[in-house]
């Protein structure tokens, strides 16, 4: 499976945006999907994560309550409501298809193939 990221932008403090993540084909139902970020001059962190099924979503402390991950087999894709942006926001955001091994759905490592990258760029 191939992966495309889309969806950031420039948007003031408190704003929303919707990232999607389209997937090449329909094998992208049999994926774990993750977020993850990376913000200048940091390391790549884990912002949320959903299972093949959708049943299980999980989060990342600084970003719970603000943010929310969705997919949709049918249309091959996944998503990322951020609402309530902050500065702190501010990066490229990734996404990633992979299979729950026990570590974590946190964990990198479990992710086989990523997407591009979004910017997203939160102004103060």
């Known amino acids: 499976v191939q992966l495309q990221a889309s969806g950031g932008g420039l948007v003031q403090t408190g704003g929303s945006l919707r990232l999607s993540c389209a997937a090449s084909d329909r094998t992208f139902s049999m994926y774990d999907m993750a977020w993850f970020r990376q913000a200048p001059g940091k390391e790549r962190e884990f912002v949320a994560a959903?299972?093949?099924?959708?049943?299980?979503?999980n989060y990342a402390t600084s970003v719970k309550g603000r943010f929310t991950i969705s997919r949709d087999n049918a249309k091959n894709a996944v998503y990322l409501q951020i609402d309530s942006l902050i500065p702190e926001d501010t990066a490229v955001y990734y996404c990633?298809?992979?299979?729950?091994?026990?570590?974590?759905?946190?964990?990198?490592?479990?992710?086989?193939?990523w997407g591009q990258g979004t910017l997203v760029t939160v102004s103060s």
């Open positions: 990633a298809a992979g299979h729950y091994r026990g570590s974590g759905y946190s964990v990198e490592g479990n992710y086989d193939v």
């Open positions: 959903i299972s093949w099924s959708g049943g299980i979503t």
